[in-house]
């Protein structure tokens, strides 16, 4: 699918806001895109995929991959069989994961895992090698030259860029008019993103 790019948020902010198209720059709108990414990251609307991460035996924890923000899913694949083995997040995070190994819950093949500080910590030592699948959400990188969000979020962000803008401009009229708007696109573009039966695939 195609993503975003920065031309169309440029035409579409200065329409909105009539603004003189001539003079105004893409550049002008760098800050109001990252705030929208910002806000987009933060209702967990982009998701990424991580299949660099092997694990050998011995191996207890991964790498968080660039830009993790929280798990979808981690799905480890026996490199011998080809089967999967979904691991499961464990509900009271490294709190659990720490009263696990104190108590001897550490089992002899990896099933569940938390989220701490940078690494996926998991319950069970790896006996032999797996490839590692973790789909995640992610924070987008705060760069307004190269948006990830595919145009299927065009609305959120042509919203969010103007309202921002407006905000920026003290355009009270605008403010008034834009933030209910941006508020509830960026509702319905979670709800959705909840309703799919996978993030992923299909």
Known sequence: MDVIVKSDIVIDVGENLLADIAGFSADDLDRQIKKTLTDMSNRGLLVGSDATQTLVSGDTTLDYPT????????????????????????PGGQKEYRQNIAYGGNTSFPR???????????????????????????????????????????????????????????????????????????????????????LMRG
């Not at 694949?77 to 080809?82: E, H, I, K, L, Y």
Request: no cysteine; aromatic share 14%.
């Open 67 to 90: 830009g993790f923000r929280s798990a979808i899913s981690i799905t480890l694949t026996d490199t011998s069989s080809n089967a999967n083995y979904p691991l499961i997040k464990l």
């Open 112 to 198: 569940y895992y938390s989220e701490f500080d940078g690494k996926i910590y998991l319950i069970g030592t790896a006996a032999k090698s797996y490839t590692v699948l973790i789909e995640y959400r992610k924070n987008h990188a705060k760069d307004p030259d190269n948006i990830e969000f595919t145009t299927d979020f065009e609305n959120v962000m042509f919203a969010g860029v103007t309202y921002w803008k407006a905000v920026a401009y003290n355009r009270n009229n605008a403010i008034g008019l834009w933030l209910p708007v941006y508020q509830n696109e960026l509702r319905i573009a979670t709800l959705n993103r909840k309703q799919q039966s996978s």
